[in-house]
């Protein structure tokens, strides 16, 4: 039986070291949150036989009790018979102890192979299970849009992230420490900042007391902008994580080199999750940002609403018959599929082209003399421009996806909402090279006005009313392509005169693509000069195909408000070449190798600086990881490891890794990262570092603990 000394033995400074006694018992004592703060474990690998107990550094407020039910569930799962351990806890300094066991009581044997190794990352497993922080405090059941976008995502799982991003420029004063309160204060009147998905077959969304947006901050100088918004954008955001947002600055506060009252201009990232928030909502949220920063970092008044659980509600509420008999009258086909000349399948990439502020003031004055959209004409040279990839002849169908904003409801606030609301809905072009261009136009802006009675209809239920899924695939890949007209609020007169008074000059939050679960996404949107940028985003698509498509799509739009009406037909407009100089610049996205190998997250200072190595454990979110490889400040580079596959040597994928190894894990990792450790020595390497965390850990705390034991294996 474990018995436990007195308690005051823990945590007087001066106390000798104290012997706790453990046999074998029936009894269970529940392991509780450590009292203060969650336990971080450090493995010392050098002072450990290959079946020899370890000696453990307990980082953090120490609980006998945990210590006592560690080792006890140890040996009911280790099934020990007759082995008992003698626990000794030493305090070396606040928040600092030393535990060592001595066993008794006969080896176990596995065959012929001697004594059978000590269950290390096992028992720091079990020592930092259950330190958790604060619960959830309200779960929400989410729409059926928000299930597909989850789905979508989980399936392209990887090391580049699955997210949005919007950029801006701040030109005045900027303190960071306001900045990070009133972010902290849009969270607490803003549920959606607050929620992530559970894990588990059927994801809730729950919402947490007191959590906010990750809040980075850069100096001046540090990175370069393209460098940080691409390792932000392969960082990704993880929608089980606490929190759809981050916020990245590059800059703020003055200039060190200049005179104290001089702010040099500041870049502002904000990546955010699709599957709970989308472009408008994030620009809504922005606005409240301003609105807070203004009133020195702090809103009035409480939570909003309607808030997402308002709308679920709402949205439950309906009666699908209507829409039901809408998409069953006229069923979608099959997308449009984008036929590739290299026969290939495998690209990932980002391309942009952009109309001049003229060229889009054109096309908008000739959309509207025809009763249309700008997005009407962007649909209409989308479709052709996929005739002309596909070589069709004749009349033909188009099938692809477009936007609609979801909030054109009835539910009253709908327009202030933030949360994941922009829906992807099938639109079919009948395209005909002898009828005129404007039919084509007239066409889609009607089809556009019908689906707007049915914007809150996910695809997935429109598929289920006509293609019902089969058992085996309930949520098919998306197919074709997908278009993107971004229509924003405006923000109000107010945030802008208030900004100006404290000489602070905020550009409008520009698009940087999005990442969607369809093969190629066409983002349009105009720029702050009143330009129109087009960023065409593929995944598991050559890039050369995607440019093509652009290339051609650009040109159309430009050549649409010369065309004589109504004389010219699609195939005048199909037959129109490329402007000579008009190909749009490339800017490749590469991805990273298979997931068993180590993805690094950030680079060593210099060459053979050491590596710390996070291993993922089972249910642990890309974005705590992510994190703590932002936190870590020491020149080590910071690589993720995922488990290995059944059967292949854990430490395979650090073969061959120059200078010092430390392991990190959060809780659940730590039998894996073990075994790492174990093979490592076992091959003759240099012992590893080791360390394991409770989930519930800060960041930038784990990561001054792995920089705390990287110093000691230099």
């Not at 947002?245 to 999750?273: I, M, W, Y």
């Not at 430390?662 to 012992?687: N, Q």
């Amino acid at each position: 039986m474990h018995t436990t000394a007195t308690k005051a033995a823990y945590r007087a400074p001066a106390a000798p070291p104290t012997t706790m006694t453990t046999g074998h018992s029936s009894h269970a004592t529940p392991a509780r949150a450590t009292p203060g703060g969650p336990m971080t474990v450090v493995v010392d690998l050098a002072r450990q036989g290959a079946d020899t107990p370890p000696v453990l550094e307990l980082r953090g407020p120490v609980d006998p009790h945990r210590i006592d039910a560690a080792l006890d569930r140890l040996d009911r799962l280790t099934a020990r018979p007759g082995r008992s351990w003698h626990p000794r806890l030493r305090r070396t300094g606040p928040g600092h102890h030393t535990l060592r066991l001595t066993a008794t009581g006969p080896h176990e044997r596995t065959g012929t192979t001697g004594p059978a190794p000590f269950p290390t990352g096992l028992l720091a497993d079990l020592l930092t299970a259950g330190s958790a922080g604060p619960g959830p405090t309200a779960r929400i059941e989410p729409t059926p849009l928000q299930r597909e976008l989850l789905a979508d995502a989980d399936a392209h799982p990887g090391i580049e992230g699955w997210c949005e991003q919007l950029a801006l420029t701040w030109r005045g004063p900027l303190d960071p420490g306001r900045l990070a309160t009133a972010w902290q204060s849009v969270a607490e009147h803003e549920k959606v900042l607050r929620s992530a998905f559970e894990d588990g077959p059927e994801p809730w969304i729950v919402c947490h007391g007191r959590t906010g947006p990750e809040v980075l901050r850069f100096p001046h100088g540090s990175v370069r902008w393209p460098a940080l918004v691409e390792a932000d954008r392969r960082r990704g955001l993880d929608p089980r994580g606490e929190g759809p947002l981050r916020v990245t600055v590059l800059g703020g506060g003055t200039d060190p080199a200049g005179p104290q009252d001089t702010a040099p201009p500041a870049g502002v990232l904000l990546s955010f999750h699709p599957a709970l928030l989308d472009d408008w909502s994030v620009r809504l949220l922005l606005h409240q940002f301003y609105r807070a920063y203004l009133a020195d970092g702090t809103l009035p008044g409480g939570e909003r609403r309607p808030d997402l659980g308002d709308y679920a509600r709402w949205l439950a509420a309906q009666d699908p018959a209507a829409a039901k008999e809408f998409w069953q009258a006229a069923p979608p086909g099959p997308a449009t599929e984008l036929t590739t000349g290299t026969g290939r399948h495998d690209g990932t990439g980002q391309i942009r082209a952009r109309l001049t502020p003229g060229q889009s003031e054109r096309l908008r004055a000739w959309a509207a003399g025809h009763g249309c959209p700008e997005s009407s004409a962007l649909h209409a040279v989308w479709a052709l421009a996929l005739y002309r990839a596909g070589a069709l002849a004749g009349p033909s169908e188009i099938r692809f996806s477009a936007t609609v904003s979801g909030r054109g409801v009835l539910l009253d606030g709908i327009e202030r909402l933030p949360s994941a609301l922009r829906n992807p809905l099938p639109m079919t072009a009948a395209v005909d090279p002898a009828a005129p261009v404007t039919a084509l136009l007239s066409a889609l802006r009607d089809q556009a006005l019908d689906l707007a009675g049915y914007e809150w209809v996910s695809q997935g239920r429109i598929r289920s009313w006509t293609q019902p899924a089969t058992a085996e695939s309930p949520n098919p890949a998306r197919t074709g392509s997908l278009v993107v007209f971004e229509y924003r609020p405006h923000p109000p007169e107010d945030l802008t005169t208030g900004l100006a008074a404290m000489d602070i000059q905020v550009s409008t939050p520009e698009t940087l693509g999005a990442r969607t679960a369809f093969p190629l996404t066409l983002v349009a949107h105009r720029d702050e000069k009143g330009g129109t940028v087009l960023t065409a985003s593929c995944v598991d698509t050559p890039l050369a195909d995607a440019k093509d498509l652009l290339t051609y799509t650009v040109a159309a739009l430009r050549e649409l408000p010369h065309t004589p009406t109504p004389s010219t037909t699609i195939g005048d407009l199909l037959a129109l070449p490329p402007a000579p100089g008009r190909t749009p610049p490339t800017a490749p996205r590469t991805r990273f190798g298979p997931r068993r190998r180590p993805a690094q997250l950030r680079p060593a200072a210099r060459p053979g600086a050491g590596t710390v190595c996070l291993v993922r454990a089972p249910g642990t979110p890309l974005s705590s990881l992510t994190r703590v490889a932002y936190a870590y400040e020491g020149p080590e580079a910071v690589v993720l490891l995922h488990p290995p596959p059944d059967g292949q040597p854990a430490a395979g994928p650090l073969t061959g890794l120059q200078g010092p190894l430390v392991l990190g894990a959060f809780c659940g990792g730590g039998e894996t990262a073990y075994d790492i450790a174990r093979d490592l020595v076992a091959a003759g390497g240099r012992p590893p570092g080791m360390v394991l965390t409770a989930t519930a850990s800060p960041a930038a705390e784990f990561a001054r603990i792995l920089e705390a034991v990287a110093r000691r294996t230099r």
